[in-house]
């Protein structure tokens, strides 16, 4: 039998043969269920695979080694499961309100830290629209470090965020703080972050599973790779593999930056994972004038887009003013990357 592993879930790929029918395919997954499994169909370029996970502790190869269309039966090393290359050989596309993110096009997410007013946001959403934004982001609800921090406006945040999208069309992504207010902020969102501080906040990301919108999953503090990975493994075992890793950042003994932008995780993610995986060179460094070349950097090293934060008057935001750049500045960053994205074979 194949033995659950680290993590006490079960976990096995089964490999359909070229010529498999989709009645060949659902007899597996039938199957699977009857045993109490939980079945995942995954369709790729050359051929279908089912990919197995439950909780039983064992599951047993032979029970669908002989079922018609099975070509083989393989065990999925890693605690997590769906999230990995084993169960998903081929690149994940996750499209936010029609922008893709994967593939050959880079996603460039601008916006502001924290939604201020109606004029404030529409304003820098117009500035980052003609300059090349694929997205927008910004921030209704904030978590701050000290509570006496501005906290966000809330639902009427996430309301001029919808009128920013009417205006401009581009999709917004804004974070979701807690499970109660994951369903409002779902009510205006295209995607939903979940923040760093709460990449293991696992009632969470069950409910961003269930909800079943894009998620944008930013890797905490202090997190390892395995462990940013079972967080994504989280919303996928809810039927949710819409997933966007994103690399913000973690804590060293480095002063001179806010945090320090992990960038060889983008390639091990690349390596272990078929998720896409963007940067977020604003927090990653705190400080303007380390965004473009880190952006610059990320973009070479294989990610799959940036998120920046753009403010027309940085010097007077409620939220992380210091690292935010100025609409000229996000121009300028969107000319660089051109040719760095053609060098690696991407485009804008």
């Not at 065990?75 to 769906?82: M, N």
């Not at 501080?197 to 890797?219: D, H, S, T």
């Not at 973690?250 to 963007?278: G, M």
């Amino acid at each position: 039998s194949i033995n659950s592993g680290s993590g006490g879930r079960a976990a096995v790929l089964i490999v359909m043969d070229r010529s498999a029918t989709p009645a060949q395919v659902d007899g597996v997954v039938r199957a699977a269920e009857r045993m109490g499994l939980k079945a995942h169909p995954i369709t790729g370029e050359q051929r279908t695979a089912v990919g197995l996970t439950g909780n039983r502790g064992a599951i047993e190869p032979a029970a669908f080694e002989n079922l018609p269309g099975v070509l083989e039966v393989i065990k999925v090393s890693h605690p997590y499961k769906l999230v990995s290359r084993e169960f998903h050989p081929d690149d994940s596309i996750v499209s936010i309100g029609g922008v893709p993110v994967g593939g050959t096009r880079l996603a460039v997410i601008a916006g502001p830290c924290a939604v201020e007013s109606l004029d404030q946001t529409v304003t820098i959403a117009r500035e980052v629209k003609a300059r090349g934004a694929h997205l927008l982001r910004g921030g209704a609800y904030k978590p701050r470090t000290s509570t006496y921090s501005f906290q966000g406006l809330g639902e009427e945040g996430l309301k001029i965020l919808a009128a920013a999208r009417e205006e401009t069309g581009l999709p917004v992504v804004t974070e979701a703080l807690d499970t109660s207010s994951i369903d409002v902020v779902a009510k205006y969102a295209d995607g939903l972050q979940i923040g760093a501080r709460n990449m293991q906040n696992f009632e969470l990301l069950k409910a961003a599973g269930r909800i079943g919108k894009p998620v944008l999953l930013k890797r905490g503090m202090s997190a390892t790779l395995e462990e940013f990975l079972l967080a994504a493994e989280y919303v996928l075992a809810e039927g949710n593999p819409n997933v966007v890793l994103c690399e913000r950042g973690v804590r060293t003994f480095s002063d001179f930056t806010r945090n320090t932008l992990d960038l060889a995780v983008v390639p091990a993610v690349e390596r272990l994972s078929h998720l896409p995986i963007v940067t977020d060179p604003s927090h990653g460094t705190g400080r303007r004038h380390k965004v473009a070349p880190m952006s610059l950097a990320s973009i070479a090293a294989g990610a799959d887009g940036v998120a920046v934060e753009v403010h027309h008057r940085p010097e007077e935001a409620l939220s992380d003013g210091p690292q935010a750049l100025t609409p000229e500045m996000f121009s300028d960053l969107m000319a660089r990357l051109a040719p760095i994205a053609a060098a690696v074979g991407r485009s804008l």
